[in-house]
Nanobody
């Protein structure tokens, strides 16, 4: 069982920045592909960004050029740097860890609220 603990959410004005962090309780963090997803009220959960064990990244079109996902394998942590935030970025952001060999080893964090408002 892997526990994921997100932090860094909060209230920010449009155009502002936030950095989310997700710490994973596993000694084999480098065996997990990591991702950030979000869910706005009344909407389905959607992918924001993913990063492979090798550092390859993938972004939703809506966040390309504004968000950056990164990982620090020494700290078992994945980050999401969010710049130029928009009202429509308001959502609960969830961290995900997926084992690269055993697909059933798929874990979610509890979520952190990001609110973009003037």
């Amino acid at each position: 069982q892997v526990q994921l603990v997100e932090s860094g959410g909060g209230l920010v004005q449009p155009g502002g920045s936030l950095r989310l962090s997700c710490a994973a309780s596993t000694s084999i963090f480098n065996m997990y592909s990591m991702g950030w997803y979000r869910q706005a009220p009344g909407k389905q959960r959607e992918l924001v960004a993913t990063i492979t064990t090798g550092g390859r990244t993938n972004y939703a079109d809506s966040v390309k050029g504004r968000f950056t996902i990164s990982r620090d394998n020494a700290k078992n942590t994945v980050y999401l740097q969010m710049n130029s935030l928009k009202l429509e970025d308001t959502a609960v952001y969830y961290c995900n860890a997926r084992h690269i060999v055993v697909a059933q080893l798929d874990y979610w964090g509890q979520g952190t609220q990001v609110t973009v408002s003037s």
